[in-house]
């Protein structure tokens, strides 16, 4: 053990004057007669370093921290190899032991944070970031780090908090410019955000994320042009930027510049937070070929107003001749099945063979939808018998009022939801000319208090088992008014009267302006022209209701 020792201490010296291969040969001697001498091996990883062999420096190390005598030093440098390999859980092992060999330091903390944060765990990412700001408090990037964690907790003004210290400290840190004005997206203030992102492009002027983030803020203040200049110049500096291209193409659809709308909406599968591809392994439909004979699966993707909004799209598959398997959200199942002529499936039978398989919403690109070539409503939606003999009951028919199904939230997860949704109290004006029947399954706690309120408000959520019956009661109705939602669609599917509430930057397909919808002619739209202005769109269908009532 001496001897070893000795030596070990000869490989260090010869290592201090830059004679490595001396020094490699002197300690592999070591390690091969004392497995357990972790210095050896720490010392032969960092030889191993300098000859730029890094997938033998880390074997080294890893034998290091294989002994009970490593140092703190060595774990903390196999745990930020971990870390880099995206082995968060190998990381937060070895920081740990390297924090029982030494105690806390900023560097292990700061690093325990970063796994943690990789890991979706917030909570514990943040605790370990505060923890190495108690040790060194001058780190632009770990108030950086913070910044980011509250962004994905939606504490957005602790967000801005965090980015504001980190800029503090590092004036021409772009990126923390660049993520305030996102969080002041997320608060709604926009012109506050435009001058975050103006700050970062300042600073580095071709910088395609915080473009990307300009253009999104731009898009959401209907300053449509404006957005498309900064999104081409975010793909010019990144060609491949995904996001920028999604963002693009949904501009372009709302301003109604389908041609090239549909065709750079093909991104949403490369975008950050996509939805996964389905059936990859089947060949996907090709463009400007007739489908006859040709067995093709459609499966729906995003919401169930999608499906319902895009199922036109099978009759003219069915029109080349294809024979098409149209797989569909369960909801939607029996609906779809008893009116489209095809095989309409919850889920697809891979023992089933097609020749080829597209998602729902790439048909339009492949048969090169226009403005003046959307296909018409098809099928006319037939109902199976007994839904209105259920539901029936719950209508009003002995008073001089219309009946009229409401519809105020839709799906809680939608990313728009906030500015979409609006609060059942707004409908109680129509109480005073009409019936109101609330159609929809969810419900927020805001609006359950207004019910119990209202009791004239007839909640029908409790009585939906599928869109079947939903499309029983729009049809029993004398008129829908929706904000956008999946009822809307189903309303306009069926060719019912809808009166459809939009809100100030509305869903790229029910376009930028307009009373009309090329998608629904039975529907008429009433648009914010205000943000969070639902009060003045209610006013607005008062006074088209009145009207009405005075011309019938």
């Known amino acids: 053990m001496q001897n070893d020792n000795q030596l070990v201490e000869l ?57 009970e005598g490593c140092s703190s030093e060595a774990l903390y440098c196999l745990g930020q190899n971990y870390l880099a390999s995206k082995k968060f859980s190998d990381a937060i092992e070895i920081f740990e032991r390297s924090i029982a060999k030494n105690g806390e330091y900023f560097e292990v903390l700061h690093d325990l944070g970063t796994c943690y944060a990789n890991q979706g765990i917030l909570i514990k990412a943040i605790e370990f970031y505060n923890k190495a700001l108690e040790i060194k408090n001058d780190v632009p ?67 395609s994320e915080a473009l990307n983030f300009k253009a999104v803020t731009l898009s959401e203040m209907r300053r449509y042009t404006e957005a498309l200049t900064c999104l081409d110049k975010a793909i010019i500096a990144n060609p491949s930027f995904s996001d920028a291209l999604w963002n693009k193409a949904t501009t372009q659809l709302v301003l109604g510049n389908f041609e090239e709308g549909w065709k750079n909406y093909e991104f949403r ?141 839709g799906n809680p997860e939608h990313l728009n939801d906030r500015n979409r949704s609006m609060p059942l109290i707004n409908f109680l004006p129509l109480l005073d000319i009409s019936n109101l029947y609330l159609i929809q399954k969810g419900v927020s706690n805001d609006d359950l208090k207004c019910l119990d309120t209202h009791t004239e408000i007839k909640y029908l959520g409790n009585e939906l088992i599928d869109f079947e019956d939903s499309a029983a009661i729009i049809n029993s109705m004398d008129l829908i008014i929706s904000v956008d939602t999946s009822l809307a669609h189903l309303a306009g599917i069926l060719k019912k009267k809808l009166f459809l509430l939009l809100p100030f930057s509305p869903e790229w397909r029910w376009m930028s302006e307009g009373s009309t919808s090329p998608w629904y002619p039975s529907t008429k739209i009433f648009r914010q022209n205000k943000r969070g202005d639902w009060g003045t769109v209610i006013d607005q269908i008062m006074a088209e209701l009145i009207t009405q009532n005075q011309c019938e």
């Not at 010296?13 to 001498?37: F, G, H, M, R, T």
Request: proline share 5%.
């Open 141 to 207: 990037e770990l108030f950086f780090n913070l910044g980011r964690m509250e962004d994905e907790l939606k504490n957005y003004s602790e967000a801005i908090n965090h980015y504001g210290k980190a800029i503090s400290l590092k004036a021409d840190y772009a990126e923390a410019w660049s993520h305030k004005g996102l969080a002041f997206h997320e608060l709604e203030r926009y012109e506050e955000a435009l001058s975050a992102f103006d700050a970062a492009l300042n600073l580095t002027p071709n910088y």
């Open 269 to 409: 599968w490369a975008k950050s937070k996509s939805q996964p591809y389905k059936y990859p392994e089947i060949p996907q439909l090709p463009t400007n070929e007739t489908q006859r004979g040709r067995r093709i699966l459609v499966w729906a993707e995003q919401g169930y107003g999608d499906t319902l909004q895009f199922s036109r799209y099978i009759h003219l598959l069915l029109e080349q001749g294809a024979q098409v398997i149209f797989e569909v959200q369960k909801p939607l199942l029996n609906l779809l099945r008893n009116n489209i002529q095809c095989q309409v499936v919850e889920k697809y039978d891979p023992t089933i063979e097609v020749d080829y398989q597209v998602p729902l919403l790439t048909l339009p690109h492949i048969f090169k939808t226009t403005l003046d070539s959307i296909p018409p409503i098809y099928p006319n939606i037939n109902l199976t018998g007994g839904h209105l003999g259920r539901l029936g009951k719950f209508l009003l028919s002995t008073n001089n009022k219309i009946n009229i199904g409401i519809s105020c939230s």
């Open 11 to 67: 490989g260090k010296y010869y290592l201090s004057i830059n004679q490595i291969d001396l020094a490699w040969n002197i300690l592999k001697e070591v390690a091969a007669s004392s497995p357990n001498n972790s210095l050896a091996y720490e010392l032969l990883a960092q030889i191993a370093f300098l000859k730029g062999d890094e997938m033998m420096a880390y074997k080294l190390l890893s034998q290091a921290c294989n002994t």
